[in-house]
């Protein structure tokens, strides 16, 4: 009888152990992965947003309500462009994309996905002097007012002067499509007294 009691007892005490130790290791496993997930996004040691973030920008068109990637940058090639040796932050990220009129759509642990809306509607058939990436660029406008670059590789600057450096009124008339032209070659003027 002693034994069987004996038994039981042991028997009873590593199982209580075995679940006693299973609730520590799921807890454990669980809060790492919960704290993990709603940080992968910043480096956990300077609270600066990861080298490896994909950022995403698109703009809105008012006209057909779908939306056009303007272009994708990681964090590394921006803080390059930015001229920052250290890191990037949230609030520094949308400063900067807050002078092109982008706002963050969302976040997540491989992207952040910045968008904006066309202000106003475009005049069919004419130039635009504008911005893509940060680098001026000269858009046309199809028959409904549509804006598309033609030629990508001569109608965007990206070797000149940004639009970011201008002066805020000067960005706010490129990013928002103020400057219309009528030729292909008026706007390439205008664009070069930027640079």
């Known amino acids: 009888m002693k034994k069987n009691l004996l038994k039981i007892?042991?028997?009873?005490?590593?199982?209580?152990?075995?679940?006693?130790?299973?609730?520590?290791?799921?807890?454990s496993y669980l809060?790492?992965?919960?704290?993990?997930?709603?940080?992968v996004v910043?480096?956990?040691?300077?609270?600066?947003?990861?080298?490896s973030l994909k950022l995403i920008l698109k703009t809105?068109?008012?006209?057909?309500?779908?939306?056009?990637?303007?272009?994708?940058?990681?964090?590394?090639?921006?803080?390059k462009d930015l001229g920052l040796e250290q890191g990037l932050n949230k609030e520094q990220l949308e400063k900067h994309f807050k002078d092109l009129n982008y706002t963050i759509e969302s976040m997540n642990d491989?992207?952040?996905?910045?968008?904006?809306?066309?202000?106003?509607?475009?005049q069919p058939k004419k130039y635009y002097l504008g911005e893509k990436n940060d680098f001026f660029a000269i858009y046309k406008t199809d028959d409904k007012g549509v804006p598309y670059i033609?030629?990508?590789?001569?109608?965007?600057?990206?070797?000149k002067k940004k639009v970011s450096t201008l002066p805020e009124q000067d960005k706010k008339d490129i990013v928002s499509f103020k400057k219309?032209?009528?030729?292909?070659?008026d706007a390439e003027e205008a664009a070069s007294g930027y640079f």
Do not use: H, W
Not at 12 to 23: A, G, N
Not at 180 to 185: G, I, K, L, M, V
């Open 9 to 27: 007892s042991i028997f009873m005490l590593i199982s209580s152990m075995v679940f006693l130790l299973s609730c520590y290791i799921t807890r």
């Open 31 to 39: 809060a790492d992965k919960k704290t993990s997930g709603s940080n």
């Open 42 to 51: 910043y480096n956990s040691e300077t609270g600066y947003l990861k080298d």
């Open 60 to 79: 809105k068109n008012q006209s057909s309500n779908e939306f056009v990637i303007d272009g994708e940058y990681t964090v590394k090639e921006l803080k």
């Open 110 to 122: 491989s992207q952040i996905i910045l968008s904006r809306s066309f202000v106003s509607k475009l």
């Open 150 to 159: 033609e030629n990508p590789a001569s109608d965007i600057y990206t070797d």
């Open 180 to 185: 219309q032209f009528n030729t292909r070659d």
